[in-house]
């Protein structure tokens, strides 16, 4: 009877504590539950206080940003059946207006810039009258800066991608950077905001093939697309690019090809029956002033 009695009296107090613990369990869990709640709404706070990650500042064209073209060696056009059409100015220097071939030039009265047929703006050479020459020498250093500035853009969101090859892409904000040649056949998309900012920085030359396109989509801008090409560019027949070329050397348009932007070289510029639209920057902040 006794053994009985005492293993009654232990089941009895196991059963008190195991009450007493579930009993804290109860109680205890809201407020667990409080305090990790309380924790994720603090963390969300914090996400939803920082601020977003700063938009790629442009690259400043400064005068530069005045012309469709602009190179230090000349500019030439041959024109078929369908005839070469800029619109915007276009400008040589430190070469003489010799060097601006094939457009059928007509001096404007004041000697400072000529008029053709196949551009709607003024075009500009070192041996022109007045303050031109002066113009033309800050918006060629101007070009040249803007070009180390797209180089020289430190910690590239992308590199080597595609090895070289873009085609079918959609690429989307932030600076690419190749040492190798880039080139696409059909088509290349850049997807964005107007806002966004794309660097592209090649090593190499930039060739885009014939009949290939570069797409805009979401609302980016043409102005806001910079191309630093080491080597020349070649836009094939009937292609079409977009945005502002900064070219070491030669910037090529083969028959029926197009741009929205800005072909800036610093060697020559070779139009062959193509189409250009100017879509870069002319801040006026720097005196900038397009015709």
Request: net charge negative; charged share 15%; with cysteine.
């Amino acid at each position: 009877m006794n053994f009985i009695k005492i293993n009654h009296t232990l089941m009895a107090n196991a059963l008190l504590e195991l009450l007493l613990v579930t009993a804290i369990l109860i109680l205890c869990l809201p407020m667990a539950d409080g305090l990790l709640q309380e924790k994720h709404g603090s963390l969300r706070r914090q996400l939803d206080e920082d601020p977003p990650p700063p938009l790629l500042a442009v690259v400043n064209l400064l005068t530069a940003g005045k012309f469709a073209v602009l190179s230090k060696t000349g500019v030439t056009t041959t024109s078929s059946t369908n005839p070469t059409s800029v619109t915007g100015d276009m400008g040589t220097s430190p070469i003489a207006g010799t060097a601006l071939t094939g457009f059928g030039l007509v001096a404007d009265s004041s000697n400072t810039f000529s008029t053709s047929n196949l551009v709607t703006g003024n075009i500009y050479a070192a041996d022109y009258g007045s303050d031109t020459p002066a113009m033309l020498t800050v918006a060629v250093l101007d070009m040249q800066a803007a070009y180390v500035d797209a180089a020289g853009r430190p910690s590239p969101d992308h590199t080597e991608l595609g090895a070289g090859s873009i085609e079918g892409l959609t690429l989307e904000r932030g600076i690419y950077k190749w040492s190798t040649n880039v080139g696409f056949t059909d088509s290349v998309t850049f997807h964005g905001s107007p806002t966004d900012v794309w660097i592209m920085q090649t090593s190499g030359s930039l060739i885009v093939d014939s009949g290939a396109r570069m797409i805009l989509t979401g609302g980016a801008k043409a102005e806001n697309i910079f191309w630093q090409i080491a080597g020349q560019t070649t836009l094939g027949t009937t292609s079409h690019v977009e945005g502002v070329f900064l070219c070491k050397t030669l910037i090529a348009f083969k028959t029926g090809s197009s741009m929205n932007g800005a072909a800036l070289a610093q060697t020559a510029v070779t139009i062959d029956s193509a189409t250009i639209v100017k879509k870069s920057v002319c801040d006026a902040d720097v005196g900038c002033e397009e015709s």
